[in-house]
């Protein structure tokens, strides 16, 4: 099994996590820390994967905060091959195909890392509690923009 650990250098991973403590204060740091090993691994799979993944609503919130840190997630896509954009949608129970996570998960399997199944909730599972709220499409469908209110 390959180490998540080797992705990331502890100053870069240190700071990824304090994104996803910032953004989530109910979270603790071991949580946080799960959180983005997880997106790592997700980004990972999806840079060798033939076709686009679904991160889980938990694990989105990790891949949030490696995007945020934009030189960061720039050098870890070139280090692995290619680079894995994010196409956000907004939820909607219609559109999710409940195979998706399951194939995601097979798909870092086969990318040589465990999975941590506590965190590939359905999307309908808030028992961990994250900011994130977009859902991704294995079509890799159109970025729907939700405007936010005025005022």
Known sequence: ???????LDPPARDAVVGTVLRDNPELDEAMALRIVSEAVKFVAAEAVSDRPLTPSR????GWHALI????????????????????????DPERREPEALTRTQERIVEAG?????ALWLAPTDTSI???????HSDDGGPIVIIPKPKG
């Open 68 to 91: 945020l840190h934009t030189q960061l997630y720039r050098e870890l896509c070139r280090r692995l091959g290619r680079f894995v954009h994010h196409v956000p949608e907004a939820p």
């Open 129 to 135: 509690p994250v900011a994130a709220t977009c859902q």
């Open 113 to 117: 890392f465990t999975v941590d199944d």
């Open 1 to 7: 099994m390959r180490d998540v650990t080797a992705l």
């Open 58 to 61: 938990v694990v989105d919130e």
